[in-house]
């Protein structure tokens, strides 16, 4: 099922958005700089799975984050899309103070349309 996902690009493409360095990547995951920079780059095709949880704790984000993407998504509208896209770009912690305005105000608008 994942075996044609570019796992190096995915990490990039998260390091990258969160401001991290590939050096900063490799030492809040407990590995070499040079290896990171070869998953990267797609030098690496293998990766063991405390690696990659290693990986993806330093990223703040789940193993099902980085291997589903947008395959957890397909059936939203593309504005339900943009939303989710967003908050897996947020850290946790503003992610569930967003969450935590958003969900009531979506709440309310939803009983105010089921009542008319």
Do not use: H, W
Not at 57 to 62: E, F, G, M, Q
Not at 78 to 107: C, G, H, M, W
Request: aromatic share 4%; proline share 1%; charged share 30%.
């Amino acid at each position: 099922m994942y075996q044609n996902i570019n796992i190096g690009n995915r990490i990039r493409n998260y390091r990258i958005k969160k401001k991290m360095t590939q050096e900063k990547l490799a030492e809040y995951s407990d590995l070499s700089v040079n290896f990171i920079s070869k998953l990267e780059r797609g030098q690496k095709k293998n990766i063991s799975i405390n690696k990659l949880l290693n990986i993806c704790n330093a990223l703040n984000i789940t193993v099902s984050e980085l291997l589903d993407d947008d395959l957890n998504i397909n059936g939203l509208s593309t504005s339900t899309k943009e939303l989710v896209k967003i908050l897996r770009t947020l850290n946790s912690k503003d992610s569930d103070k967003i969450s935590a305005i958003l969900i009531p105000l979506v709440k309310q608008y939803k009983n105010l349309i089921d009542d008319k």
